[in-house]
């Protein structure tokens, strides 16, 4: 992109889904072919829309799965009672088309160099984790040396998304997982909802000037962000993403 | 031109044709819409009143709960396209209520804990047509619903029907409240699909 | 404050954050917005539009103060055009 004005498309474009892999038995990855893709930052995301054949229509947002320069990915949570969700989990199939709007987001964004702070605290509940996997991408990307630390709320071990990309993280790079509905036989990680307890011996130390991304359900953030600065970070350094009751 | 999405559509359920305006689907779920948090007001400093009649008048919880009470079973029509059938409320009648006060007003705007506002006629309060709703399905109305009290206007579109509800003001003119402010139908019949200022 | 798990009774769990309707914004302000600074207009609060509480409830976005839960941003699509009021900001830059 250096040295080059790119006109943005800003509104809806036709995508074409491409390639669909299963995550778990709830989340699917689906790339995406957008023509004339501009590109994205770790951390943004993208406006979906369905129209089906009687003109109604149905839109939602979900965050870019990949880093800036992979394919377009992104990954999505099949919610019980919801509309869009399931059919991107379990109907769509590559030659589909939808419409894309994006990328969107100026906030919950990261690339390396933005910030002149300390470590990295990635904090995900449930299907938070996918704005937080793309800035660990882009991080390996880029060659960023900058540490990590990510704590991951998951209901059970099959419901962690990436788990095989996880379980060899990058140097640099921790991964802390809680399971708070059910865990592996012998499990001898954190197996509860998060709190301060757990967030005192998992976040860097509020000395070290980390900065936070915190994403997930409300109720997941609300908690984990009260809790960052209840440990001394700055309101300002602890960002926050909120998917709503559950999912995105 | 949107591209159509092959293989997606709406989620629905069967629907009794007569039963149902134009426009809605049925559904089993009951959505929580709300333009704000849910409050959390104490039954002890709760009260109902009504204002711009000749003197005010009003009901701490205790006074409202000692009036008489009906229960009914009704369909509710949401101007988001969802109806939900049969659902059961037991509520004080805004007959009851409105016959507390005297007034000349033929318009209300019913005001709510968090500020939301919905105007309606007199004349669509009364005839047993309107509640104060402090039960749902048989137990007492959650807070996510509107509890302790909610306004319950079935015949018109749930927006009407305001959640958190703590009084009325009686007006002389017909006054928008908050969505109407911004576009939604002053009156909202869903039989005639009354959605939007000009329908 | 204490190792216990927020009240859930005090966290609306359908309320989002101004990143939810970044798309929305762009569409109405012709640019990226999550990262503009509002003032909210009853309280004085400062914070990021990706910061305001966001409610959805289907007839339109609602957009509050997270300090004192004025409204500062309201936004209805009918017919195919958007209304936009921001009265409750009293600065937005």
């Known amino acids: 992109m250096a040295g080059t004005a790119v006109r943005r498309r800003l509104s809806w474009q036709t995508a074409t889904v491409g390639r669909v892999t299963d995550e778990t038995p709830r989340v699917r990855t689906l790339w995406l072919e957008v023509p004339d893709w501009p590109g994205h930052r770790a951390g943004q995301h993208l406006d979906i829309r369905l129209t089906a054949d009687d003109g109604y229509q149905a839109e939602r947002a979900y965050s870019i799965a990949s880093a800036p320069g992979e394919p377009l990915a992104i990954t999505v949570e099949r919610l019980d009672d919801g509309e869009v969700s399931p059919y991107l989990t379990e109907e769509a199939r590559a030659g589909d088309q939808l419409e894309v709007r994006g990328p969107v987001g100026g906030y919950f964004v990261w690339e390396p160099g933005s910030d002149p702070g300390g470590p990295l605290l990635l904090a995900a509940g449930g299907s938070g984790v996918v704005p937080l996997r793309a800035i660990v991408r882009e991080r390996s990307r880029t060659g960023s040396s900058v540490p990590v630390r990510l704590l991951y709320s998951s209901r059970s071990w099959e419901d962690v998304i990436y788990s095989s990309e996880l379980e060899l993280p990058p140097d640099g790079v921790q991964v802390t997982y809680t399971l708070t509905r059910s865990q592996p036989r012998a499990w001898q990680g954190y197996a509860r909802r998060v709190d301060m307890q757990m967030l005192a011996e998992v976040a860097w130390p509020a000395a070290e000037q980390p900065l936070a991304y915190v994403c997930g359900p409300t109720s997941f953030v609300e908690s984990v962000a009260a809790g960052l600065v209840g440990l001394g970070y700055p309101a300002g350094r602890v960002k926050t993403e909120r998917f709503g009751a559950t999912g995105q | 031109m949107s591209p159509v999405s092959r293989g997606f559509r709406r989620k629905r359920e069967a629907a009794p044709a007569d039963r149902v305006p134009p426009g809605q689907y049925v559904t089993k779920d009951f959505p929580v819409l709300s333009a704000g948090p849910t409050p959390h007001t104490p039954l002890p400093q709760w009260t109902f009143s009504i204002s711009g009649g000749h003197q005010p008048v009003s009901w701490t919880w205790e006074e409202f709960r000692a009036l008489p009470t009906e229960t009914l079973t009704t369909d509710i029509h949401c101007v988001t396209r969802w109806s939900k059938l049969d659902t059961s409320w037991e509520g004080v009648s805004l007959d009851v209520l409105l016959a507390a006060v005297e007034y000349d007003a033929r318009y209300v705007l019913a005001f709510s804990d968090g500020g939301y506002t919905t105007n309606l006629p007199v004349a669509d309060l009364l005839g047993g047509k309107a509640w104060v709703a402090f039960g749902y399905g048989g137990g007492p109305l959650g807070a996510e619903h509107g509890g302790p009290a909610r306004l319950l206007v079935p015949h018109l579109y749930f927006w009407k029907s305001a959640k958190w509800v703590r009084g009325l003001q009686l007006r002389d003119t017909d006054v928008p409240g908050f969505w109407e402010n911004y576009g939604y139908h002053l009156y909202g019949d869903p039989w005639r699909e009354q959605r939007y200022a000009g329908d | ?93």
Do not use: H, K, W
């Open chain 3, 1 to 93: 404050m204490d190792d216990a798990a927020v009240d859930d009774a005090a966290v609306d769990d359908a309320a989002v954050d101004g990143n939810a309707i970044g798309g929305l914004l762009i569409e109405v302000f012709g640019t990226e917005m999550t990262t503009a600074v509002g003032t909210c207009g009853n309280c004085g609060a400062v914070a990021q539009v990706a910061e305001f509480a966001v409610y959805r409830p289907g007839l339109g976005t609602v957009v509050r103060c997270r300090s004192c839960g004025s409204v500062l941003m309201v936004f209805t699509e009918i017919r195919s055009v958007t209304c936009v009021d921001l009265m409750g900001l009293a600065s937005l830059t």
